[in-house]
């Protein structure tokens, strides 16, 4: 009751060079637009084509489509504050943004998880893939995702929410995060901490653990493949998809799986880059579009475009 109440908070951003601030700007913008344009491309095309309506796409789409979602909670808000060079940001926006990140991202581990399952069903058990894989259990899959990120992840961003906040109210972020949140709350964190870590460390590592599962059998069946040449393009395409799925665990785990959530250190703003730009830019482009069914749906849509 007497401490000052907070109205808004101050995102100190990526930078606090002015012209480092343009320069990222631009280049960030190109980023978003590449997300937006690679993202939007593959819903396009795997609705258009009629190739491309099999469960492996189907769960494409949706990954694109959660990742334009993403993106858009926290990127137009950065590329605001380096444009204009502010950077206050109010209580109701800066909640918002929190809690849509979380459970976004949230979704994005579930479907990177489910992808890997269906390319082991896919690559392993290929007779029975149409058995497995139907239509009713895809979209089964899909909407247990989203489910289940509201009952991992929405409680303890909505406790986080309820809390009171004090000064200081700089946070050394480009994003509202948990650790800033945290630092500036007046009460006790311990237990909301803990309930965290815990919903943490149910979606990260035990996403975590159906990826590994998932690219071992996958990895042990390319290696039975009799051609090399075979091998070799399974490989180039698994090894893409295990760059992804690196930068991003490695770098979430590194920086939620921790006893104490509070940090604000320039350090957690690199990590936190990693997983919230510079995956959601390399996944449409390989995930998809390195895809050379996709590349021929793509030459046959635009021969029809402008013939």
């Known amino acids: 009751m007497n401490h000052t109440s907070v109205v808004e908070f101050i995102l100190l951003g990526l930078t606090n060079n002015r012209h480092l601030q343009i320069i990222l700007f631009g280049v960030l913008l190109v980023v978003f637009l590449l997300i937006l344009l690679g993202n939007l491309t593959v819903i396009t095309i795997t609705l258009v084509d009629r190739n491309l309506q099999t469960p492996m796409y189907f769960f494409l789409r949706n990954f694109s489509l959660l990742e334009i979602y993403f ?35 949230t979704c994005v581990f579930f ?140 770098s979430a785990i590194f920086r939620y799986i921790r006893p104490s959530q509070k940090g604000g250190w320039d350090f957690d703003k690199i990590v936190s880059f990693l997983y919230s730009v510079v995956t959601q830019l390399f996944n449409p482009y390989i995930y998809t579009l390195r895809n050379n069914q996709v590349k021929k749906a793509l030459r046959d849509l635009f021969s029809r475009a402008f013939s």
């Open 71 to 105: 993106t858009s909670t926290f990127m137009p808000r950065t590329l605001y504050s380096l444009l204009l060079n502010k950077k206050a940001i109010s209580l109701p926006a800066c909640f918002i943004q929190f809690l849509s990140f979380f459970y976004l991202g």
């Open 111 to 250: 479907h990177v998880a489910m992808m890997s399952f269906d390319r082991y069903v896919a690559i392993c058990r290929p007779l029975h893939y149409s058995t497995i894989m139907n239509v009713r259990f895809c979209i089964q899959l899909v909407v247990a995702s989203w489910v289940a990120a509201v009952f991992l992840m929405v409680p303890p961003t909505a406790m986080i929410i309820q809390l009171p906040f004090c000064g200081p109210n700089v946070m050394n972020h480009f994003y509202c995060d948990i650790a800033p949140l945290l630092q500036f709350s007046c009460a006790d964190t311990q237990r909301i901490e803990l309930i965290f870590l815990t919903s943490v460390i149910l979606i990260i590592p035990g996403t975590l653990i159906v990826n590994i599962i998932s690219y071992s059998y996958i990895i042990s069946t390319i290696l039975r493949i009799p051609s090399s040449t075979g091998r070799k393009k399974a490989f180039s395409t698994c090894s893409a998809h295990l760059l992804v799925v690196t930068i991003l665990y490695s």
